[in-house]
T-cell receptor
Framework: GAGVSQSPSNKVTEKGKDVELRCDPI?????LYWYRQSLGQGLEFLIY????????KSGLPSDRFSAERTGGSVSTLTIQRTQQEDSAVYLC???????????????FGPGTRLLVL | AQKITQTQPGMFVQEKEAVTLDCTYD???????LFWYKQPSSGEMIFLIY??????QNATEGRYSLNFQKARKSANLVISASQLGDSAMYFC??????????????FGTGTRLTIIP
């Protein structure tokens, strides 16, 4: 079946603009995660969704970052008033809920490369 | 303290040789999962192998095996008969505890593996 998809694959924006990044998880995966990969910080967790709710937003770096998920499927990560330090690759992953063993594996999308000028 | 430590920033290996990528972890939780991901230059994170803390045997997936030494808190990835296509960044990651559905991952800094023809 189809894997995790993300769009756009690349985004260049000007400082101060808002951006929206989209993630479409694997069908049947109810857990969805956003991570950020940057040169200085490595791979870091941003937010987790269980269905449409986000019980763990602990990784969001500031209140300029928000995310939502609708219909238990597609998720959108929004960055308001972008700053140059927001430049990174934003990765989305999905997994089965409550899986044991290897069933809990998170499968990643190709990422969105964001560059803030 | 780092939860996941990968001490080899880069490695060069001759094609067809076996290679071991080191990973040590730090957790006080008895239930955890360890993952290895491959990230080629295209950027996508590709799941390779999983090891659960209660698994009695080392995990194997084709040419990949995980040398799990629980007492030493190490989970080294072994790639047998390396191929040119194995050239990539390799990340070790850990999930701590079981909070069903919220299995966010903590990643190491990665090892860049280059296979030499």
């Amino acid at each position: 079946g189809a894997g995790v998809s993300q769009s756009p694959s690349n985004k260049v924006t000007e400082k101060g603009k808002d951006v929206e990044l989209r993630c479409d998880p694997i069908s049947g995966h109810t857990a969805l995660y956003w991570y950020r990969q940057s040169l200085g910080q490595g791979l870091e967790f941003l937010i987790y969704f269980q269905g449409n709710s986000a019980p763990d937003k602990s990784g969001l770096p500031s209140d300029r970052f928000s995310a939502e998920r609708t219909g238990g499927s597609v998720s959108t990560l929004t960055i308001q008033r972008t700053q140059q330090e927001d430049s990174a690759v934003y990765l989305c992953a999905s997994s089965l809920v409550g899986g044991w063993g290897g069933e809990e594996t998170q499968y990643f999308g190709p990422g969105t490369r964001l560059l803030v000028l | 303290a780092q939860k996941i430590t990968q001490t080899q920033p880069g490695m060069f290996v001759q094609e067809k040789e076996a290679v071991t990528l080191d990973c040590t972890y730090d957790t006080s939780d008895p239930s955890y999962g360890l993952f290895w991901y491959k990230q080629p230059s295209s950027g996508e994170m590709i799941f390779l192998i999983y090891q659960g803390s209660y698994d009695q045997q080392n995990a194997t997936e084709g040419r990949y095996s995980l040398n799990f030494q629980k007492a030493r808190k190490s989970a080294n990835l072994v790639i047998s008969a390396s191929q040119l296509g194995d050239s990539a960044m390799y990340f070790c990651a850990m999930r701590e505890g079981r909070n069903f559905g919220n299995e966010k991952l903590t990643f190491g800094t990665g090892t860049r593996l280059t296979i030499i023809p």
